[in-house]
């Protein structure tokens, strides 16, 4: 007999899956307590499952409920329970395939393929089956239930359908032609099911695909103009699928496929334009194929342009007022903000730097840069993946697209329509990086309409030309163009005041560009930025804020020390030091200030640039920042003893190592001082901790701290080397895993090489010079490795010459060819005298060759 549930103990339940529904927020929360307790009880699932598919008096919503509820034990506890447990969930999930509800029944797909991914389709090739044999019922509901779970056991990236079951076949080879069919199906939802599942068996690269490639390209192009939009928008996101992994299957029809795909990027259906429009962008990445588009240039560029336009539903989701300064920032508008971490040493590419974290926007475009111009475009929409397909098309042919594009750009910014005439704003900016040098001979008419247009009457048009000018900053700040130069300035630092918080955002942004590439022609104009600065302060909500430290911080790394300026410092620090004391007495109390990290940032760029003039600020400053990091270690090591339930942040760490390195090198040696105006030096003991963190992000920021200790500390940490060292040699990791973990930890390992007494280093010294030697000596290393690896081996000839004397034949060649290509005197000079001591035991012919190689 089935398992049935008491009475009371479902009635029970059933007001609870009612409560999840409540706006009352006391009431979510004690009813959420409530339904975790429930996690414990051994029948939950079987009440939830019972709830899912036996109750259909209930509300489809509330039975849904219980299947998400369902979903989420099943993902959390699989391993628990029972075999006895998961038959019965399981014959009763598939028992109830076909529910009448659609909610319900899609509800249902999601646990039973999460059942099928967790446990693996070898141990319950039933549920194929039985799927399988539902696909062949007259019964819709039950036909178009299967084919949603199937959809979802095949998409999701942990199903292994190629492996082998008992019956000798693989799923894959059952699936594929089982499922063909269905792309001619006279229900537009069992189309579509077929296409997307099939295209993410080409999306896998299966091997089972390939032979049936031609017939499941054939049967998608019969669709492409199917009769139910919803079939077609899945047909493009099909075709750009193969594109991205078998474009060579899409060559010979190719001229066809583009027209198809310019045709459906105008279609009056947003969500199939923007699914065509994705297209443009994969093509441009097939640099072997791109060519293929040159001669659908002329029609494609025009429906790119008129694509950029803002449609009357985005203009409608903007919802922002003229004058909405005084508004506060809603808290789910706040992208949630990661610190960069700091890459220490030698790099003369950054190309070739290894992408980590706080590398990982490096390589996007502008277009899809979170921190950017995500902010100035919404969400990624038609609008801005029209105008990356021209920025992209614009890289890939140059000036070539200019006949083209010119045209209609200037029939855009003589346009009388207001939205018409934004569009080509964005367009022109758009093109500024791919067509720079022939846009060029239009900048000196270009600069001043789009400087007038900083002021134009409607805040999206003063938004975008804030932004467009950003685009070509690098050419307006070129000696011969200063006449363009203070205008442009004047004009960003009043959009930066203006009443509408989104040509604020544009402005600040395009501020700090225009800043970063002007450098110290900035340093005549800082007291008109920090009165515009400070005035923003008493402005910006909270969102604008973050920008606005960010532009704070680029003009510290323009100007440098003329920021130490007395009247400079008098106009910025007491803001920043009250932001502080305000960030500092928030910390920990679930008051959340979003601008943590840009603050601390920003902080960071001032203490530098003051140098010695950020003694005043230091000790307040720094001691925030120990504070943060106890504080965060603890909330983690609470954590992990499942004590805590409040969230904590480790970027918190990552961001107050980073500045408390930044106050080091402002202050240099006298930094001593500061550090140890504790008695206990907390510093020191959280270097080590940090080292031996479970974040890569922290490791890498503990190891540049080290590196800047050892450089003007010495004295403090010299007794510490040993404790220190016997943490840093594991993390020199000749495989990279964390490639800048890695990288710090070997300048690291330079600087204390350079001060150490040999004895202190000694015992480290083999294993140290053995994991950079494999460094360097892998061509497959990333190049600001090999170089800080031969920088580090040159200083190990400081304090252990001895070791190094008898292996330098083995490595001296490969040593000379990357250390003779470092661009930085000072690295490069010390490396090398640290070898020359090597080499002297050899005489001075030896260390005459060492020189000749290197210079």
């Excluded at 009440?47 to 598919?53: D, E, G, Q, R, S």
């Excluded at 029209?386 to 594009?405: E, Q, R």
């Amino acid at each position: 007999m089935d398992w049935q549930p008491q009475e009371n103990d479902l009635s029970q339940l059933i007001m609870l899956l009612f409560n999840t529904q409540s706006s009352d927020n006391a009431v979510q929360k004690e009813n959420n307590k409530k339904l975790n307790e429930l996690q414990n009880v051994p029948d939950f699932i079987n009440y939830l499952i019972f709830v899912l598919t036996k109750m259909s008096e209930q509300p489809p919503e509330i039975r849904a409920v219980a299947g998400l509820l369902l979903k989420n034990s099943v993902a959390q506890d699989f391993k628990k329970y029972s075999p006895n447990d998961l038959i019965y969930l399981k014959s009763q999930a598939l028992s109830s395939l076909g529910d009448r509800d659609p909610l319900v029944r899609h509800t249902l797909g999601t646990v039973i393929s999460s059942l099928v991914i967790l446990g693996g389709i070898e141990n319950w090739p039933q549920a194929l089956s039985q799927l399988f044999l539902a696909l062949d019922s007259q019964d819709f509901d039950i036909v178009e239930g299967a084919w949603d779970t199937l959809r979802k056991i095949c998409e999701d990236e942990r199903t292994d359908l190629e492996v082998t079951l008992d019956n000798g076949q693989r799923p894959l080879d059952l699936m594929i032609p089982k499922f063909l069919p269905f792309f001619s199906s006279d229900r537009p939802i069992l189309r579509i099911h077929s296409i997307s599942t099939m295209s993410s068996f080409v999306q896998m690269k299966s091997e089972a695909i390939q032979q049936y490639l031609d017939v499941y390209i054939a049967e998608l192009f019969k669709r492409a103009h199917d009769n139910d939009i919803d079939v077609r928008k899945c047909v493009c996101k099909a075709i750009v699928g193969l594109l991205e992994v078998r474009p060579d299957k899409l060559i010979p029809e190719i001229d066809n496929v583009v027209d198809y795909m310019i045709f459906s990027t105008q279609s009056d259906d947003l969500d199939l334009a923007m699914e065509s429009c994705e297209f443009w962008l994969s093509f441009c990445d097939l640099t072997e194929l791109v060519q293929h588009l040159k001669p659908h240039l002329p029609r494609l560029i025009p429906v790119l342009i008129e694509r950029m336009v803002y449609s009357e539903d985005d203009l409608i989701n903007l919802n922002v007022e003229e004058n909405d300064s005084l508004v506060p920032d809603d808290s789910q508008d706040i992208k949630p903000r990661h610190h960069k971490t700091r890459f220490q040493g030698n790099s003369n590419d950054n190309s070739n730097r290894p992408s980590q974290a706080q590398d990982s926007d490096d390589d996007e475009s502008d277009f899809d840069d979170d921190d950017d111009d995500d902010d100035v475009y919404s969400e990624w929409n038609l609008r801005k993946c029209a105008a990356a397909s021209l920025d992209v098309l614009s890289t890939v042919f140059g000036n070539d697209i200019l006949p083209i594009t010119l045209p209609v750009l200037n029939s855009a910014l003589h346009s009388d329509d207001w939205v018409k005439l934004e569009s080509g704003i964005l367009a022109l900016g758009a093109i500024a990086e791919g067509c720079a040098s022939g846009v060029e001979s239009h900048l000196p008419t270009l600069i001043p309409y789009l400087i007038n247009g900083c002021s134009n009457k409607h805040y999206l048009i003063r938004s975008i030309s804030c932004w467009t000018c950003s685009r070509y900053s690098s050419w307006v700040v070129r000696p011969e163009n200063k006449q363009y130069f203070e205008p442009l300035l004047a004009a960003l630092l009043k959009a930066m005041l203006d009443q509408n918080k989104k040509v604020q955002e544009a402005a600040c942004s395009a501020f700090a560009t225009l800043e970063e590439d002007a450098g110290s022609l900035m340093i005549p104009y800082i007291e008109s930025v920090l009165q515009t600065i400070i005035y923003a302060f008493s402005k910006y909500q909270h969102k604008n804020l973050i920008i606005l430290y960010d532009s704070i911080g680029t003009l510290a790394e323009a100007v440098g020390s003329e920021l130490a300026a007395p009247k400079y410092v008098e106009v910025l620090m007491p803001h920043m030091m009250a932001r502080l004391s305000a960030i500092a007495t928030n910390f920990n109390t679930g008051v959340d200030d979003y601008d943590t990290f840009s603050f601390l940032e920003c902080l960071s760029s001032i203490a530098i640039a003051y140098g010695p003039s950020f003694r005043p600020y230091a000790s307040p400053v720094f001691y925030h920042c120990i504070s943060m990091i106890q504080e965060t270690l603890r909330q983690y090591q609470m954590e992990l003893s499942g004590s805590d339930e409040q969230d904590y942040d480790k970027d918190l760490i990552n961001v107050s190592l980073d500045l408390i390195s930044a106050i080091i090198q402002a202050l240099g040696p006298s930094s001593s001082e500061l550090i140890c105006e504790d008695s206990d030096t907390p510093l020191l003991h959280l270097v080590g901790v940090c080292m031996t963190d479970s974040s890569s992000d922290v490791r890498q920021s503990a190891f540049a701290l080290l590196g800047d200790l050892s450089q003007n500390c010495w004295e403090l940490i010299e007794k510490h080397i040993p404790f220190y060292m016997q943490h840093l040699v594991p993390q020199i990791d000749p495989h990279a895993t964390y490639a800048n973990v890695t990288n710090n930890a070997i300048w690291a390992a330079g600087e204390i090489a350079l001060r150490s007494k040999p004895q202190n280093i000694e015992p480290f010294i083999n294993p140290l010079i053995e994991r950079t030697l494999a460094i360097l000596n892998n061509p497959e290393s990333p190049i600001s490795l090999q170089e800080n690896s031969a920088i580090a081996l040159g200083r190990f000839g400081f304090c252990s010459p001895q070791v190094l004397a008898p292996i330098v034949e083995s490595f001296v060649e490969r040593w000379c060819s990357v250390l003779k290509n470092i661009t930085d005197i000072n690295e490069k000079n010390s490396a090398l005298q640290g070898m020359l001591n090597v080499v002297s035991s050899f005489g001075p012919e030896a260390k005459a060759e060492l020189e000749r190689r290197i210079i």
